[in-house]
């Protein structure tokens, strides 16, 4: 009976591991990518220059903005320039909906930056995947349960699981697609569980509404009332009254809070006599994610009405997972840990992926003509992990290449990736699997070690600019995309030093689940 469970957890691993894996391996990576979306962000808009942080100077500059372009917008959003964003970021809502603005952290004078979405496309697609809502959080939501599905079999799967974790035997073909499996699993094994745990925690609202519906009815949606204190703040009055200067606001918000760096400020009915200001505490000061909370101060007076935190261990638990996930509480080291683990839990599906091909190529090893469903699970390797490697910089490459006065240019750099992807799929689906992997391998290869020269020939923030400026997200993009480079070209040479198939039944395999 132990013995049947477990096979019973072999069979669920593997299978819903294969059917999930490459939207699983697409939702990772740009997960992964997502922890250096501001960084991203940066790249993708050169034109917005980098000044030492101000925040009052900062707040003043958008307040000027704000109340010469948008007096009558029932609510602006403020958010000023940190470590890692360079410019003051505004939103408001005017007639034909929100508006986003982009201002100079020095003049205060809008900038006009390339349309880009930059580390955004990678971060809505890693939980909506491009699709209309809520269909896409819907199956990012299934991934993410099958994700915790498949840790949980696996662990049970393998009963040996931490001694294997220090064995591995190179160039033994699939036991040594095992062992790096096992170790990668075994060495992040709490990230990839609190990952996908908090990943249902986030979208807890959508995937369980049964006890909101109960309680709430048709006003399900006063539970954001209850959850946020600023939703209470006063309605409009609609009596003019000016707007205190939101810089001797920041005086009382840093005297309040010394050790807490400011994040979104939100001002509701500016110039009005019953105006809001709240200011939030920035993401990176604690673990816990607080939506709706903050100092909040009258908007004519100046007066601290109120000090919202949360308190409630449910809302803690909650806003402690979502802050785990987001990871916006790290710092440079840290982040660059849940790079690392993301990379890992990537590297992980997609040895898995190659596991199960390889199994089942052994199989048919002296087939004239293998199944075609093995021929189809190939293709699907190369496109999801070779292909959407190719989708991903070529992003980047049009962000350079694309003209700055195309219409709907940030709209045609997300057709690019896609077109990308599409195209990968296809060459894999005309060529042999060894050939596509080692084309399309190789040709990301010289995309990922060409991004830092076509930065430096296509603006004035190459290398040689941005690390004596200190600009490390400018720089950390092209080091990375030039470190990620490298490894493919030593996958690259791994795959095309392997020898070609022999005709005997036991054989090693390659990297695409053929014998080699």
Same mark, same amino acid.
């Given at each position: ?26 939702? +990772? ?50 958010? $000023? ?336 990736? +896609? ?57 950390? $993009? ?39």
């Amino acid at each position: 009976m132990k013995e049947g469970f477990r096979q019973a957890m072999a069979w669920l691993h593997t299978w819903m591991g294969l059917v999930f894996g490459w939207l699983l391996f697409a939702i +990772f990576l740009t997960g992964t990518l997502t922890y250096f979306k501001d960084e991203i962000n940066h790249w993708t808009h050169p034109e917005i220059a980098v000044y030492p942080r101000d925040d009052a100077a900062s707040l003043a500059h958008a307040q000027r903005y704000l109340q010469a372009n948008a007096p009558q917008a029932p609510v602006w959003y403020i958010n $000023v320039p940190d470590e890692r964003r360079p410019d003051i970021s505004l939103m408001y809502r005017g007639a034909s909906g929100f508006q986003q603005v982009s201002l100079d952290a020095r003049t205060g004078e809008p900038v006009t930056a390339r349309q880009s979405m930059g580390g955004e496309f990678f971060y809505r697609f890693h939980f909506q995947l491009q699709l209309p809502y809520p269909w896409g959080r819907w199956l990012a939501s299934l991934c993410a349960l099958v994700m915790l599905v498949t840790l949980v079999s696996g662990i049970i799967t393998h009963k040996k699981i931490f001694k294997e974790f220090f064995t591995f035997r190179p160039r033994k073909g699939q036991r040594s697609w095992l062992d790096g499996h096992n170790a990668i699993g075994v060495l992040v094994l709490p990230f990839h569980l609190m990952i996908a745990y908090s990943s249902l925690v986030i979208f807890m609202v959508m995937l369980l509404p049964a006890n909101i519906l109960a309680q709430y009815g048709a006003q399900s949606a006063n539970i954001y009332e209850e959850l946020m204190p600023t939703s209470k703040n006063p309605a409009a009055a609609g009596q003019p009254a000016p707007l205190v200067p939101l810089a001797d606001l920041y005086a009382q918000f840093h005297r309040q809070e010394p050790d807490s760096h400011l994040g979104l400020v939100e001002v509701e009915h500016p110039g009005d006599a019953n105006a809001s200001v709240v200011f939030a505490r920035h993401g990176a000061d604690r673990i816990v994610h607080q939506i709706g909370y903050g100092l909040v101060f009258d908007g004519v007076t100046g007066a601290l009405r109120s000090d919202n935190q949360v308190t409630t261990l449910p809302l803690m638990l909650a806003g402690g997972l979502y802050g785990l996930h987001m990871g916006h509480f790290a710092d440079a080291g840290l982040r660059w840990l849940y790079f690392l683990a993301g990379v890992g839990g990537t590297a992980m599906i997609g040895t898995g992926l190659v596991m199960w091909l390889g199994k089942r190529q052994l199989k048919h090893a002296k087939s004239p003509r293998p199944p075609a469903h093995l021929r189809l699970v190939a293709v699907l390797n190369v496109m999801s992990m070779a292909g959407l490697m190719l989708a991903v910089i070529g992003f980047f490459w049009a962000n350079r290449l694309l003209p700055l006065e195309l219409p709907g240019r940030a709209a045609m750099e997300i057709k690019v990736f +896609f077109a990308l992807w599409g195209l990968s799929a296809l060459h894999a689906a005309l060529r042999p699997a060894r050939q596509a992997w080692l084309e399309q391998l190789g040709l990301a290869t010289l995309l990922f070690m060409g991004l830092p020269l076509l930065n430096a020939l296509t603006t004035v923030h190459g290398l040689d600019h941005s690390l004596p400026e200190g600009d490390w997200a400018m720089a950390g $993009v092209d080091l990375t995309a030039l470190g990620w480079g490298l490894l493919l070209a030593w996958a690259v040479r791994k795959l095309w030093r392997q020898a070609p198939a022999p005709t005997t039944r036991k054989v090693a395999l390659n990297v695409e689940g053929e014998p080699s």
